[in-house]
């Protein structure tokens, strides 16, 4: 199984300001994913961050507000920019099993926006 | 496109009784399928999955799912609820041939009572 951590674990942040998630993992992996889960909701995928090209993002989701960096195989950030209330959520980085087959979450970083 | 459908946001069940959570998804590709827990703020834990072979798979804590292609269902069970099982749950489904994006259900927040 991977270990996956995740730097901060909970924040509160000013409007208009900008948060750096980190994302550590213990192993290489070739795909790490971002998601975010607003109160009381699933799960929604953000993008998917690719070591030596840019992000993925899913629909409803843009670089200039979510840009994410993944210089190596075991390290990735998600920054959300300029934020407002709505951003409050919880942002999980995940990433693959060897397999292929399932997912690995971190611990999740806890956003609230004053 | 896939999608999942979880039926019941809210379950509630005697301690000892038989934990029933409904998931349905939408797939046009043959499905993986996942049963993630979530504890009070805590990350996700995979719970078990289906990807190929028997239909009736058993995860972690004494609960099982089975897949049943006919009815686009593979509902998550436990003979006997326990105290500790109260958390969030979440169905989630994937296309085959490796790794993909998880799609997520909205989720079931399991209460047990005594």
């Known amino acids: 199984s991977a270990v996956i951590s995740q730097k901060p674990s909970r924040d509160i942040c000013q409007r208009g300001t900008s948060l750096t998630i980190q994302c550590q993992v213990d192993?290489?992996?070739?795909?790490m994913f971002w998601y975010r889960q607003q109160p009381g909701q699933s799960l929604t995928l953000i993008a998917t961050?690719?070591?030596?090209?840019?992000?993925?993002?899913e629909s409803g989701f843009v670089i200039d507000k979510f840009p994410i960096s993944r210089p190596n195989l075991t390290f990735s950030t998600l920054t959300v920019s300029n934020m407002s209330p709505e951003d409050s959520s919880i942002y999980l980085c995940?990433?693959?099993?060897?397999?292929?087959?399932?997912?690995?979450f971190g611990q999740g970083t806890r956003l609230t926006v004053v | 496109a896939q999608s999942v459908t979880q039926l019941g946001s809210h379950v509630s069940v005697s301690e000892g009784a038989l934990v029933l959570l409904r998931c349905n998804y939408s797939?046009?590709?043959?499905?993986?399928l996942f049963w993630y827990v979530q504890y009070p703020n805590q990350g996700l834990q995979l719970l078990l999955k289906?990807?190929?072979?028997?239909?009736l798979v058993k995860g972690i804590n004494g609960f099982e799912a089975e897949f049943k292609k006919s009815e686009t269902s593979f509902h998550l069970t436990k003979p006997s609820a326990h105290m500790s099982d109260a958390a969030e749950y979440f169905c989630?489904?994937?296309?085959?041939?490796?790794?993909?994006?998880?799609?997520f259900g909205a989720g079931t927040r399991l209460a047990v009572h005594p």
């Open positions: 995940s990433v693959p099993t060897a397999g292929g087959t399932e997912a690995f």
């Open positions: 192993s290489q992996v070739t795909m």
């Open positions: 961050a690719n070591q030596g090209s840019e992000a993925t993002y």
């Open positions: 797939s046009s590709v043959p499905p993986y």
């Open positions: 289906y990807t190929t072979g028997a239909t």
């Open positions: 989630a489904v994937s296309e085959t041939g490796g790794y993909n994006k998880l799609i």
